[in-house]
């Protein structure tokens, strides 16, 4: 079993950037594959924005692409998201997440993922 638990949310303005953490702990070859979704308030469907895997293979969604990075830590056990040039629309809870499954390239698709943090808010103001 994989435990997530998400750091580093907040508030900030638009323009501003804030890096997120997730500590790994447990079984970590349940972490081959990891990924950050968020969730929009009163959206039902979490967003899958950018994922990882541990051969540092990258992925990212359009909304993010160019303003947030991915990064891993394996000898840390972490897992990082840089989000800079952030706006309004950026505001949600964020989770991250991971698999133990063998990819060529990280999903961003919620099924995929059976490890699951807390999640951890984060607010844009104009």
């Known amino acids: 079993r994989v435990r997530l638990v998400e750091s580093g949310g907040g508030s900030v303005q638009a323009g501003g950037s804030l890096r997120l953490s997730c500590a790994v702990s447990g079984d970590l070859t349940g972490s081959r594959c990891m990924a950050w979704f968020r969730q929009v308030s009163g959206e039902k469907e979490r967003e899958g924005i950018a994922?990882?895997?541990?051969?540092?293979?990258?992925i990212y969604s359009g909304s993010v692409t160019g303003r947030f990075t991915i990064s891993r830590d394996d000898a840390k056990n972490t897992l990082y998201l840089q989000m800079n040039n952030l706006n309004t629309s950026d505001t949600a809870v964020y989770y991250c997440?991971?698999?133990?499954?063998?990819?060529?390239?990280?999903?961003?698709?919620?099924?995929?993922?059976?490890?699951w943090g807390q999640g951890i808010q984060v607010t844009v103001s104009s």
């Open positions: 997440a991971a698999d133990d499954g063998l990819y060529n390239s990280p999903p961003l698709v919620l099924d995929e993922y059976v490890y």
């Open positions: 994922g990882i895997l541990d051969d540092l293979t990258t």
